[in-house]
């Protein structure tokens, strides 16, 4: 059975058990790549993704927070910083990505409903076409809209689109 060590806690696991996190998130610039993955237990990478929503609370304070980080990492002041760098990271693509008129959570949300088995695959799928995850998807359901409906989309008009939407956005 293949062994990690959780980046926050520094606790073994097995690999099964795997979470990877990226240090800086893409919507922050962050890319695909090792040297922007962290691999955590699920407890940690739980904690710090609750870290970052009492961050974005205004109903949190910083003492609620430093008592949370002293829950979750008992005489770990490594891990503790570790998971507030993280968090205060996911706190800010969040804040970042709602000025712009994304939803943080659309990912989230499509991620969470594919079965475990198939997140690998569509990983490395997305890698060898040399595309985010986002992208690989995007492209996926303007495939099967266009096969569909017997639409000619081709990626000039697929890029004019999303220019439109976003700019539209951005007025708003």
Do not use: W
Not at 80 to 100: M, S, Y
Request: charged content about 25%; aromatic content about 4%; hydrophobic content about 30%.
């Amino acid at each position: 059975m293949e062994i990690f060590v959780c980046g926050c806690c520094a606790k073994q696991y097995p690999s099964i058990h795997r979470n990877t996190h990226h240090k800086q998130p893409r919507s922050l610039g962050g890319k695909d790549t090792l040297d922007n993955l962290i691999e955590l237990c699920p407890h940690c990478h739980d904690g710090l993704h609750a870290i970052a929503h009492k961050l974005l609370s205004k109903y949190s304070n910083q003492v609620q927070i430093t008592d949370a980080l002293s829950l979750m990492f008992p005489n770990n002041k490594k891990g503790q910083d570790i998971c507030l760098d993280l968090a205060l990271k996911v706190r800010n693509a969040t804040i970042h990505d709602r000025e712009n008129g994304s939803d943080p959570n659309q990912l989230v949300m499509i991620s969470t409903n594919i079965r475990k088995q198939y997140k690998s695959m569509i990983a490395q799928r997305a890698s060898e076409m040399n595309t985010s995850q986002e992208d690989y998807f995007r492209n996926l359901i303007i495939m099967d809209i266009s096969k569909r409906f017997n639409l000619k989309i081709t990626p000039v008009d697929e890029n004019r689109i999303i220019s439109h939407i976003k700019k539209n956005k951005k007025r708003n």
